[in-house]
């Protein structure tokens, strides 16, 4: 994606400008150094380019050279200035010698074009909102500005309309002049997130399509390397050490209760119910991997926990009798069983499913499956005539 074109091309602040070439024919001449070359003949040239800006404020100018090796008519950078790459094109009009103009690309076509230069911004969602940068952090105060931020963040880069910002916001509560409220707390978002980004040239948080629109860098956004981590092991290949390790390291992203608590309406909270499903479909394949690896000690404490928060998720309640078992406590296997059918009992009036009362039957029996790599997977399969695993 071309972004910045001209005899010397601009980009975000940054200029480049061709500098001296120095050319070497292909037969192996020496090179001479000139401006512009004046072979007509196909050359090989080593053109050095200089990016450079004036700082804000500082009377300054930043420079950061560039070099780029050019065959023919056109030619790369091979140290580009962050993710940007500059070209250089070189013509010979009849008579006259060459010239050269550069142009300065981004490497990313799909990306927003940032200004040069320009520090990393980053979001969290997975417990708690926040935003931060080499300058700080700054996490937003009220649950209308918590509301706003979450909404754009969720959206992933995406227009959000200025109807869905108000539903989130506010609901079936709104304030009167409402747009004219939610300009008033984008603009103080704008604001805060402006401080982390003092030499930012166009703003983070940008008005798009009847709606606003926040700009996130490659990276920037905890939950979505959270949920690109979840793809990847879904596509398989790593041995179960491997997924748990990955596992492991996506779980750590999480500092807390989604969103750090309840936030926003409908948008909000579909995409909270999604990361927490993902979260606890990793939890699941975690202890599978850990079981499997032999880590059934390593897994007992962590899986009593969650079992605190998720009293009736079956899965957890089956690898923990697992685990249990393994470790010789055979009656503790047991007594998470009975825990289940007595809270079901009471408090639903239901029982365990035949799933659960598998486990129960296999511990009770003392089954060889149990201590078999895929007990969970093998115990859960239907069974036949009531034949005793093996």
Sequence with gaps: MTVGRSRGGHLGGWAIRPG?????????????MSPYP????????????????????AGVTQSAPLELHQTGNQGTALNPVRNYRVNAEIKR?????????????????????????????????????????????????????RSLLVTLLVSEGRPVSIECLIDEMWGGKQPDAVENAVH???????????????????????????????????????????????????????????????????????????????????VCQAAAARFEETRLELQEMLFDCELENAEHRRIIPELQTLLVEHPYKERFRQQLMVALYRSGRQTDALEVYRALHSQLSEELGLSPSPAMQEYERAVLEQDPVLHNTTAVQSLTRPRRHHARLS
């Design 20 to 32: 001296q070439c120095s050319r070497q024919a292909s037969s192996g001449a020496s090179p001479r």
């Design 93 to 145: 009009e009849p008579g006259k010698s060459f010239k050269i103009s550069t142009s300065m690309h981004s490497e990313n076509a799909a990306s927003d074009a940032r200004p040069i230069g320009d520090m990393m911004l980053k979001f969290q969602l997975l417990g708690m909102i926040s935003a931060s940068s080499e300058r700080g952090e700054v996490r937003p105060r009220g649950a209308l500005q």
């Design 184 to 266: 008033a707390h984008v603009s103080r978002l704008r604001r805060k997130l402006a401080l982390l980004e003092p030499d930012a040239r166009s703003p983070r948080l940008i008005t798009q399509h009847s709606g606003y629109r926040l700009v996130l860098d490659e990276g920037g956004l905890d939950a979505v390397t959270f949920m690109r981590g979840y793809q990847q092991i879904r596509s398989g290949g790593a041995s179960p050490a491997e997924t748990a390790r990955t596992i492991r390291n996506l779980l750590g992203l999480w500092q807390g209760p989604i969103f750090g608590g309840s936030v926003g309406g409908q």
């Design 38 to 57: 004046t072979s007509s003949s196909l050359v090989t040239h080593r053109l050095a380019v200089q990016a450079f800006r004036r700082l804000p404020g």
